[in-house]
């Protein structure tokens, strides 16, 4: 308990002045979201029925403010009593398959990304409700679809409420003064930089360690910008390739640039030794910048602070995915209409839009409508966020989202094989060959 504590207090955004005008019902009356006027599905709530959810803990204490706000205003119309508990990012998935190995506990959970795929044959199905919501709100955006649709069908095992990015988090100055005007593009350009940067003694630092959103981020990063990845398009394991070696030749002469003990370090640490002056570049989602920006001993920081996609390397375009919140319904519900009504609820403009623009940016939307909401405009800084949800990559790209490449994500598989070359206890092709065999393990368990 100790280390969520933590979490939570270090990184609180608060409340401000401005989140909080975005949430009234000022800012609903000039939204600019379009809903269409589609039939809902009929989801008679179940006589007495009560809800327990359980998501991971906010980033901004508005998230958490709205959000059982929003929960309150749904018992208050239903009768529905609801207790939403918010838990660790760490201990999210190990509550999720408490949950599904025993039958009981939460009837909704908000995991992360593919874990839906994970429980698939333990949760009722959304589609429904899934439907509706792309009539009503401009469709699902690419993400969305791609964590909340079981694979190759058309049914959904997940709502997905949205997905933190993180771009490049870096002191303008200090990428100025090492002779650049932005982050480059190129792999060897951004060696460079961060060569100099380590010269400056302000140097780059990514997570390395078992870290949900920042390890599986810089991991991905670093195979995906080689044209990497775990699978094919048909499923087959592809991960001891060439291009992964590649990648992780050059993570043993990027490694050297870093700020010293990122192979331990958590989705916490980087926000602390960037907020501390420690290091001049790393990647995070949108609660850095504001957390600078509404302290006054470090606004300075915040204004010399800029974003930019993570660099394309040889890939088409920024191998930037999203750690998207995904809910799901499991079976041993005995109220599954209700739970579905709530979700639903919670996904409508009147509720969503407020909880949105709370988040500050940090969260970005999964239906297209949502591009509108006022938090996209509130802050120049904040607009690279918005559209997050549109990015082809994910967990398991490039093929398809299963039990098990949700298994290979949450045992850290692809992050701990790039720890091994960091740390030089292990050499590229050795980390690959391991990697490969760690995820031949969970797909023969799945049956392939």
Not at 101 to 114: H, L, Q
Not at 145 to 157: D, E, N, P, T
Not at 423 to 442: F, G, L, M
């Amino acid at each position: 308990m100790k280390y969520e504590i933590t979490r939570r207090d270090a990184l609180v955004l608060g409340a401000s002045a401005a989140a909080l005008a975005v949430t009234g019902a000022s800012a609903q009356e000039a939204s600019k979201v379009k809903a269409a006027d589609v039939a809902a599905p009929s989801l008679p709530i179940e006589k007495d029925a009560t809800l327990r959810m359980l998501r991971p803990v906010r980033f901004v204490q508005a998230d958490e403010d709205v959000f059982r706000a929003n929960a309150k205003k749904f018992t208050d119309k239903t009768g529905v009593d609801i207790k939403v508990d918010f838990v660790g990012w760490e201990d999210i998935n190990q509550q999720t398959a408490v949950t599904s190995n025993s039958g009981a506990g939460p009837d909704i959970i908000i995991g992360f990304g593919d874990a839906p795929h994970i429980y698939i044959d333990k949760l009722i199905e959304l589609t429904d409700v899934a439907d509706y919501l792309d009539k009503r709100y401009g469709g699902w955006l690419t993400l969305a679809r791609r964590y909340g649709m079981r694979s190759k069908s058309k049914s959904w095992v997940g709502l997905p409420f949205g997905a933190s990015g993180g771009p490049l988090v870096y002191r303008k100055s200090l990428v100025n003064a090492a002779g650049f005007d932005k982050v480059p593009e190129d792999h060897a350009g951004f060696l460079e930089l961060c060569k100099k940067l380590k010269a400056a003694g302000k140097p780059a630092g990514f997570a390395l360690g078992n870290a949900v959103g920042d390890g599986n981020g810089f991991a991905n990063w670093l195979l995906w910008s080689h044209n990497a990845a775990l699978l094919d398009e048909e499923g087959n394991i592809i991960i001891n390739s060439k291009e992964t070696i590649a990648a992780l030749k050059y993570l043993k002469e990027l490694y050297p640039t870093f700020i010293a003990g990122t192979p331990s370090w958590n989705d916490v640490s980087n926000n602390r030794a960037y907020s501390s002056q420690e290091i001049g570049l790393t990647a995070n989602g949108v609660s850095l910048y504001f957390s600078l920006k509404n302290d006054p001993a470090t606004k300075a920081i915040a204004d010399d602070t800029a974003h930019q996609f993570l660099i394309k390397g040889l890939a088409p375009t920024s191998p930037m995915s999203g750690l998207t919140l995904n809910a799901m319904v499991f079976k041993h519900s005995k109220y599954p209409n209700a739970a579905k009504a709530f979700l639903q609820f919670m996904l409508e403009h009147e509720q969503y839009e407020p909880w949105l623009n709370a988040n500050s940016g940090y969260w970005s939307q999964p239906l297209a409508a949502y591009a509108d909401a006022a938090v996209w405009s509130s802050d120049p800084k904040v607009a690279i966020f918005k559209d997050t949800m549109r990015s082809p990559y994910y967990n398991g790209y490039k093929g398809p989202i299963s039990t098990a490449t949700g298994a290979v994500n949450a045992d850290y598989v692809l992050v701990q094989m790039c720890a091994s070359v960091a740390t030089d206890a292990a050499t590229p092709e050795a980390a690959a060959a391991e990697a490969e065999q760690r995820a031949k393990r969970y797909f023969r368990r799945q049956g392939r």
